[in-house]
């Protein structure tokens, strides 16, 4: 049996790794269905090189109106980008905030009594939902604002991550629309407690890089060549 030709542009992009070779790899599975739109337009805003060929290296304006809403709003471009991934709806927030959330969520963190208690129900729950977890889940969100947000100082090695914790779950169980500004919230948080800044980074830069490497491939459903 013949290689098929989306085989064959797959095979052609592992080999050299240039972003023209996957944009190719990639409108082939645009045309036959095995790649949305939307999908190849998020991994554009995500700075995707591949995808951003495909398209034509559009703005990130372009992509997103919330993100050029937001950016003539405030100015900030950090939280704009996290504003405007929103534009595809709530899993894709979810999963930017867990990428934000997961560059905190140290062992200090975790020690933190309530934390320790929330973050295996939050894993249990995100597993096999269940009503009853979830309440458990939302009440020690709860507990942990009423915490952060009382007179008692809070370890400074550990406030940032139990920000972003509280914030997450809080966004899994919420009503309405606050869902929407989770991420730039929990991207926030992520920039402030980030552990492994590198040299002279600065932190928005360094949680921006990796949340859109890594939401990037995930939009794409794989991994590089």
Request: with cysteine; charged share 25%; net charge negative.
């Given at each position: 049996?013949?290689?098929?030709?989306?085989?064959?542009?797959?095979?052609?992009?592992?080999?050299?790794?240039?972003?023209?070779?996957?944009?190719?790899?990639?409108?082939?599975?645009?045309?036959?269905?095995?790649?949305?739109?939307?999908?190849?337009?998020?991994?554009?805003?995500?700075?995707?090189?591949?995808?951003?060929?495909?398209?034509?290296?559009?703005?990130?304006?372009?992509?997103?109106?919330?993100?050029?809403?937001?950016?003539?709003?405030?100015?900030?471009?950090?939280?704009?980008?996290?504003?405007?991934?929103?534009?595809?709806?709530?899993?894709?927030?979810?999963?930017?905030?867990?990428?934000?959330?997961?560059?905190?969520?140290?062992?200090?963190?975790?020690?933190?009594?309530?934390?320790?208690?929330?973050?295996?129900?939050?894993?249990?729950?995100?597993?096999?939902?269940d009503d009853r977890l979830g309440a458990e889940c939302l009440a020690l969100a709860?507990?942990?604002?009423?915490e952060l947000e009382g007179p008692d100082p809070v370890n400074p090695v550990q406030?940032?991550?139990?920000?972003?914790?509280?914030?997450?779950?809080?966004f899994v169980f919420s009503k309405g629309e606050i869902w929407r500004g989770t991420?730039?919230?929990?991207?926030?948080?992520?920039?402030?407690?980030?552990?492994?800044?590198?040299?002279?980074?600065?932190?928005?830069?360094?949680?921006?890089?990796?949340?859109?490497?890594?939401?990037?491939?995930?939009?794409?459903?794989?991994?590089?060549?």
């Amino acid at each position: 049996m013949t290689d098929s030709r989306l085989q064959q542009l797959e095979r052609a992009w592992e080999a050299s790794g240039s972003p023209e070779d996957e944009a190719a790899y990639l409108r082939e599975r645009v045309r036959v269905g095995e790649l949305s739109r939307e999908r190849l337009e998020l991994a554009a805003y995500c700075r995707h090189e591949g995808a951003e060929v495909v398209l034509g290296s559009p703005t990130q304006a372009q992509l997103s109106l919330a993100y050029s809403e937001y950016l003539e709003e405030s100015g900030d471009s950090f939280a704009a980008w996290f504003q405007g991934v929103s534009s595809w709806g709530r899993v894709v927030a979810f999963q930017a905030s867990s990428l934000c959330l997961g560059l905190v969520l140290t062992e200090s963190v975790l020690a933190h009594p309530v934390a320790a208690r929330l973050y295996p129900k939050f894993l249990e729950w995100w597993a096999e939902p269940d009503d009853r977890l979830g309440a458990e889940c939302l009440a020690l969100a709860r507990s942990l604002f009423a915490e952060l947000e009382g007179p008692d100082p809070v370890n400074p090695v550990q406030e940032a991550g139990l920000w972003a914790l509280a914030t997450a779950t809080e966004f899994v169980f919420s009503k309405g629309e606050i869902w929407r500004g989770t991420p730039q919230v929990v991207a926030q948080h992520a920039s402030c407690g980030a552990v492994d800044v590198g040299g002279d980074e600065d932190p928005d830069e360094y949680v921006l890089r990796v949340v859109q490497a890594e939401l990037g491939l995930w939009a794409l459903g794989g991994s590089g060549p």
